[in-house]
């Protein structure tokens, strides 16, 4: 009885909301917002279920005297769909928030219902629309943060009734229109954030009520007008920061006497102008500076050396009145910054010498750019004592005599740029030392005798610029042993001389050569056909023979071609017509017989053949006589031979998945939708050999997509249903065991997941010659394998593709661990297994030889599969070299070093990790002296992205790839911290 009428009330109680439904509304209100959550690959929502009270759901908590919802915190969870309008419900709401979460669609006009709302962080979503005019109902607001989605329309007017607001968060999204008025009246607001909008007009007057604010951005809008001063007397303002705008005006002569906790005041890419007040010097707080790229005038007589905890100091690209003592006392006040980091010096006309005070920098000192002034003398040797110097920009002055040999000791150098001076001397040999030079730029000087064979030490390069010099000698070999010369590698304009040697083959990521200009002579080296990514390349002006070699037959990146002025001789290759070539000049050689009429031959303004005695026919415009049959006979014949060569070098060199890759639309073309949804429940049964025969064609070489150890896959089309799989056979003299083959292929037909290679069925029979067959189907990923992405010169996986695949893995393995019902260790994860679909989403496969350790008794039983199988060189933890058992932490460590390769694009067995040096020690020496951005693949340094995110992923990478097990994270870690490093890449 005492029962019953506790229940009733409890009932009553959880009725208070009304709902009309017997669970009271929160219950309710949640499950809606549930239910329009399309994807929780965290599985956050799986405890919002009925067998626990809604109040003790993840994410949620309630208040303690009513079972109402009041902060509803589902930051961070991976969770991507749109959000119900039933949060309106949520009527005791105080905190709510979805921050970085993959949430779309609008933010639904019902928010206003929030009148408790304190809260409100939307942030790092996709959300679109306007903000909810009637957000004003929520009159208890203190904090908004709707930073980085896709808002749009104009920010609504509507602060009147905000008037608790402290924290105001707007930057990133695509606001219009102007700043509203009406945020003068948030006059406890202490955050404005509104940057990076499309905001326009100026700025109101209004908002010089803003007694307490201490943080202002509004960077990267198209604000006009001037800035107004009366920010310079909000004494609490700690960061200003408004750049990329076009505001107009000055700074105010007395700065920071009224705003002594002024730390940031960051105003470049504007129009303003005059003076850069002298009262700088009083801003003690301050940390950065940065004017770069306004109008300011006047001499620059600021004693920078009080302001002792500035770290960053851009002044480029205004026009100061200078003179040589300015600069000097200018050098001579900054080696008193004891915690300068960057600075940002070029183009404001300093004139003079670089004075030796330049050693007594801080040693903290990481970028120094002089770039585009009138510096001359020589570079003093006390730059040796800069040993955090990363940047050394000095391009584009007037300097001279020879580089003190002792830059040799700034270890931690990463781009060396001394162009378009008058240095001169030799190049010091040990510039060889600075072995994390990415980038070396000494053209347009006077350095003479021959290039110093340490640069090959180098091996990190991606640019050498040498041109224009007066250099000699031939090129040592070393140089075209560096390998890593991605971007270009620049020796015109010199006096170098001798025989190309065949290690130019070496250059094989390399998309720029320029030799012009030398004395180079001798015959192209056949090993040129593995310069694979070259786009220009330039030999003109030199004195090279014979003919253009059949190597270049497999440049199929070639855009711009320049060979003329040589002692070239031959016909004109037919395959050159073939190449996507936008411009080819053989002018001035010894070329004869047919010009063709196609491709680039069909353009005159994008070839130049003149100068060439023996060419004939071509398009009338190139005016060149009309070929007799002979001269006709002899390109056809050459042509048939070259074309069947093109066909097979150039499908062995772009892969495999390329070709796979055409076949799949010729086929998908005959697919139609209805069997691809049918095939996964048909496809249970078995499927016979005779089947795959037929479906793979006899198993014909034309259908071998891969082979590697154990196996061998084909590409096949099933008969009845067109459906398009790979087939992959076992190399049964490598296993064997009937039973613990079937039993493995039950567990992984079970196995499904979205980043998984979908096993179809597995074949177990007799072939036709009465040998055991055992095959898996699989589904057939058109896009290949992750290795011929990552590391083939046709494709290129950009920043955003490389995270989607890096969490499409992580995903994969938490299935595999903990969530398919046995625990199955993957043991051979690397790239070549890592499979893409259609839509680039990545797929983990050839799980065909991995451990199912709940199976382990049986498999144990047949064969001893255990102890024959660890992985592959590089990806395999080091412990399962020293016999130990496999386990998840294994396939934790070939994750670490996969994520690494993504990120810095080295294989784990690149030939530079030798001597204990691994990807995982390189990795994390250079997150530990900070030289990260120089090892990342040059790829992912696109404008804009945050260094930090790169940085927490290279770390991910480093902690998963420990040498010790313990120190490794379990996956579900992983997949926690990586759907919480947001990378922006707009
Ligand atoms: C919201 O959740 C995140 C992570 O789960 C936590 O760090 C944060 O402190 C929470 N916020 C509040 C106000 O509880
Ligand atoms: C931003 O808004 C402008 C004008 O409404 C529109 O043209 C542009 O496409 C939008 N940009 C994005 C990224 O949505």
Known sequence: MFLKVVLLVVLIRMNVGGSGSNLPTDHVALLEIKSMIKNDSLGVLRSWNDSLPFCKWQGVTCGHRHQRVTSLNLTNKGLEGSLSPFIGNLSFLRYFNLSNNLFYGSIPHEISRLSRLQRLSLSNNSFTGEIPANL??????????????????????????????????????????????????????EKLYLALNSLGGSIPDSLNQLKQLRELGLGGNGLIGVFPLFFYNLS??????????????????????????????????????????????????????????????????????????????????????????????LFDS?????????????????????????????????????????????????????????????VLN????????????????????????????????????????????????????????TLGSLNLLLTLGLYGNKLGGSVPKEIFQLSSLSILLDLSQNSLSGVLPQDIGNLNILGYLDLSENRFSGELPSSFSSCISLETLNLSGNFFHGSIPEAFLTLRGLKVVNMSRNNFSGTIPTYLQEMDLKYLDLSYNNFEGEVSHKGVFANTSMISIIGNRGLCGGIPELHLPKCTTSDSERSTRKLSVRVVVAISLSSTIIGLALLSFLLFYCCRKRNTDKTLATISTEFFEDISYGTLFKATEGFSIENLIGTGGFASVYKGVLDESGFTVAVKVLNLSKRGGFRSFMAECDALRNIRHRNLVK??????????????????????????????????????????QRINIIKDVACALDYLHCHCGNVVVHCDLKPSNILLDADMVAHVGDFGLAKILSLEGVSNANNNSSSVFRGTIGYAPPE???????????????????????MIGKKPVDPMFEEGLTLHSFARNALVDGSLLHILDPVLLVKDVEEKSLISLVKLGVQCSSESPEDRLDIGTVVHELFSITVSTN
């Open 880 to 902: 399962y070299g020293l016999g130990s058992e496999v386990s998840t932490s294994g396939d934790i460590y070939s994750y670490g070093i996969l994520l690494l390769e993504m």
């Open 398 to 453: 007037n300097f001279t005599g020879m580089i003190p040999e002792s830059i040799g000791k700034l270890r931690n150098m990463g781009g060396l740029y001394l162009e378009a001076n008058a240095f001169s001397g030799v190049i010091p040999p040990s510039i060889g030392n600075l072995s994390f030079l990415t980038e070396l730029y000494l053209g347009g000087n006077k350095f003479e005798g021959t290039i110093p064979s």
């Open 236 to 329: 609490m303002l700690e960061l200003l920061n408004i750049p990329e705008n076009q505001l107009e005006g000055n700074l105010p002569t007395n700065l920071c006497l009224s705003q002594p906790h002024l730390q940031v005041l960051e105003i470049d890419f504007n129009h303003l102008s005059g003076l850069i007040p002298p009262s700088l010097s009083n801003c003690s707080e301050l940390e950065s500076f940065d004017v770069t790229l306004n109008d300011f005038t006047g001499r620059m007589k600021i004693d920078f050396g009080k302001l002792q905890k500035l770290w960053y100091l851009g002044l480029e690209g205004n026009k100061f009145e200078s003179n040589s003592v300015d600069s000097k006392n």
């Open 136 to 189: 004003s109902s929520c009159s208890k607001l203190w904090s908004v943060n709707l930073n980085s989605n896709l808002l749009s329309g104009k920010i609504p007017n509507i602060f009147s009734s905000l008037w608790r607001m402290k924290i105001l968060v707007l930057s990133k999204n695509n606001f219009t229109g102007e700043i509203p008025p009406s945020i003068g009246n948030l006059t406890y607001l």
């Open 334 to 394: 900054l080696s008193n910054c004891s915690n300068l980091e960057t600075l940002e010096l070029s183009k404001i006309q300093l004139i003079g010498v670089l004075p030796n005070s330049l050693g007594n920098f801080s040693s903290k000192l990481i970028r120094l750019r002089l770039y585009g002034n009138y510096l001359s003398g020589s570079l003093p040797s006390s730059i040796s004592n800069l040993l955090g110097l990363t940047i050394l920009d000095l």
């Open 759 to 800: 096993v179809i069925s597995c074949c177990s029979s007799i072939d036709f010659q009465g040998n055991d067959f055992k095959a898996l189907v699989y589904d057939f990923m058109p896009n290949g394998s992750l290795e011929n992405w990552l590391h083939s010169v046709n494709q290129m996986l950009d920043l955003a």
